[in-house]
């Protein structure tokens, strides 16, 4: 069977950078099940897959235009530590938190932590960073009516309700 729309598609996968650091991989985990067509994995992979069938293996640079982005440096700002009120003493460099901005809830990194402030990153970790991807096809299957009408995978590799 084919990746196409609306298909369930189980790969295997090892992401680097161009320096060739692994930064994140199916080994160990499992592979990795989504739904095709419908935005679950980043457009230019999803792009890639398009058409290729069970047992296939290829590799993809997806460039950040169809990754994650470009790394935008207006993603960065500095909160006064007061805004945090009472949580500022859990918050810590390196972890991730949920703030409320005029266009919604947004994921943020905490960057540093001065006296005064915390600087805090809107950028997806891997803005602006090209993706090769090493890729190994291991299942195509028909999705489920419900897993399209949900929009992702149920079961075994992905979403449960």
Do not use: C, W
């Amino acid at each position: 069977m084919t990746a196409a729309a609306n298909k369930v598609v189980v790969l295997d996968y090892k992401l680097t950078n161009d320096e060739g650091e692994v930064l994140d991989q199916s080994e160990g985990r499992g592979p990795l099940s989504y739904l095709h067509g419908h935005g679950n994995i980043i457009p230019g992979l999803e792009r890639e897959v398009e058409g290729k069938n069970v047992g296939e293996s290829f590799q993809v640079t997806v460039l950040p235009t169809d990754g994650y982005g470009e790394y935008d440096a207006n993603m960065i700002s500095e909160v006064p530590k007061t805004e945090f009120g009472d949580r500022v003493d859990e918050i810590t460099e390196g972890m991730q938190l949920q703030i409320q901005t005029e266009e919604g809830l947004m994921l943020v990194q905490v960057e540093e932590i001065k006296d005064d402030a915390i600087t805090l990153n809107g950028n997806h970790p891997l803005a602006g960073i090209n993706l090769h991807f090493d890729i190994t096809i291991v299942e195509v299957r028909e999705a489920t009516a419900e897993e399209i009408e949900h929009g992702h995978v149920h079961g075994e590799g992905g979403h449960h309700h």
